[in-house]
């Protein structure tokens, strides 16, 4: 049950003042997720197509405009227009930022000053509705049940820790607080609403629950696109400690994906200079599975894993789409060649690997055996 308060008051004839405070102890726990988390600019203003409900009260069909100056909200619409003191809390409506498509979001949308100019946005929303939305967004709707199922359940335990028993006014850790997630790829992509299948819904409520562990804890549920042929170590791609569930697998399923490769993409010598501050790259030591793990870049050394990120950053996502490469060139070519296999950085699932063990009448669980040996899936996440 959900218990809200106000405080409403009159200043002048044109503005009305509002405070509100949300408190409720809901027993499935709720997900805070940063909303427009992609924007390259500061969010300034939102438009907000009603109909929706803004502090419980509600607003009809038609159009209005929230923005924030000084650290208050203002509201302008048909009606009066409004000023707000600290967090405004939306049910229903579609949200539009100014780049980007509509969206609507189950839950609750808190919205509140991020310092004098700036929105934040937080979608509160139960963990169950939250994986609606994303699961069609992180895989397409059309693939094998078994496949949907097996993302479903590394969406819900990647996203456990981060549930929090009530709606809070405030997170800890700041604006980009530690114990939100992003609605990007930086943690899951969530799309809201419109992004929901009937399929991907069955995949949800067919694992309703279901986790994966090891040793009685969530494991940490990194899956990728693509892995080109075998999965690779979390140390190496990322750091210590090794997780023995993550220490890489063959995989001869994901031949299908228009990634598998090999491919090859020439990337020339300014651009390097752009993304990396040299032209002068050599591969020092990859795995055993063609990751490259350490590059020297002119007189610096990074991690293959740096390398890509910066690539891709900078150049855009589809210049090399994988961390699985080799290159060909010097410091004095005018490109280097890189020839590349696979999507995403190649630890955990494989998710054109799961696919195709799906089309083979592989189930669910053996799809997460074989990309996580040794966990155990178990039902009834935590506040569940």
């Known amino acids: 049950m959900r218990r809200r308060q106000f405080g409403v008051g009159l200043l002048g004839s044109l503005w ?158 700041g604006a980009r607080a530690a114990d939100t997630l992003r609605d990007s790829t930086a943690d899951q992509f969530y799309g809201g609403l419109t992004y929901e299948t009937a399929s991907t819904t069955a995949a949800v409520r067919e694992t309703q629950g279901q986790i994966l562990t090891y040793g009685s804890e969530p494991i940490a549920a990194l899956f990728h696109s693509t892995c080109g042929g075998h999965t690779s170590a979390n140390q190496d791609i990322f750091a210590p400690p090794a997780r023995p569930y993550l220490q890489g697998v063959a995989c001869e399923w994901c031949q299908d994906s228009p990634f598998y490769g090999p491919h090859t993409v020439q990337v020339s010598a300014t651009d390097l200079e752009q993304a990396l501050g040299s032209s002068d790259l050599q591969v020092l030591q990859s795995d055993p599975w063609g990751r490259p793990l350490r590059i020297r870049v002119g007189s610096r050394l990074l991690t293959g894993q740096e390398v890509w990120l910066r690539l891709g950053q900078t150049l855009g996502w589809g210049i090399l789409p994988s961390n699985r490469f080799q290159l060909e060139g010097s410091a004095t070519s005018a490109a280097y060649r890189f020839t590349y296999r696979g999507a995403g950085h190649g630890v955990g699932l494989c998710q054109w690997g799961a696919r195709g063990l799906a089309q083979q009448g592989f189930s669910t669980q053996q799809i997460l055996d074989h990309y996580f040996p040794g966990t155990q899936v178990i039902e009834g996440a935590p506040n569940l």
């Open 16 to 173: 009305i003042t509002s405070r509100c405070s949300v408190q409720a102890q809901p027993s499935l726990g709720w997900l805070p997720v940063e909303l427009f988390s992609r924007l390259g600019d500061p969010l300034t203003h939102l438009e907000v197509t009603g109909p929706f409900h803004l502090e419980r009260q509600p607003f009809p069909s038609g159009s209005w405009r929230i923005h924030v100056h000084h650290q208050q909200l203002f509201l302008s619409g048909p009606g009066q227009p409004r000023r707000y003191q600290g967090s405004l809390w939306l049910e229903g409506g579609e949200l539009r930022s100014p780049t980007g498509e509509p969206r609507r979001y189950r839950g609750w949308v808190q919205i509140r000053p991020q310092g004098p100019e700036r929105l934040h946005l937080i979608n509160w929303v139960q963990l169950e509705d939250y994986l609606l939305a994303l699961v069609p967004g992180e895989m397409p709707a059309d693939w094998p049940a078994a496949a949907l199922q097996a993302q479903a359940i590394l969406a819900r335990t990647l996203a456990v820790p981060y549930l929090q028993p009530s709606l809070r006014t405030e997170l800890t850790g």
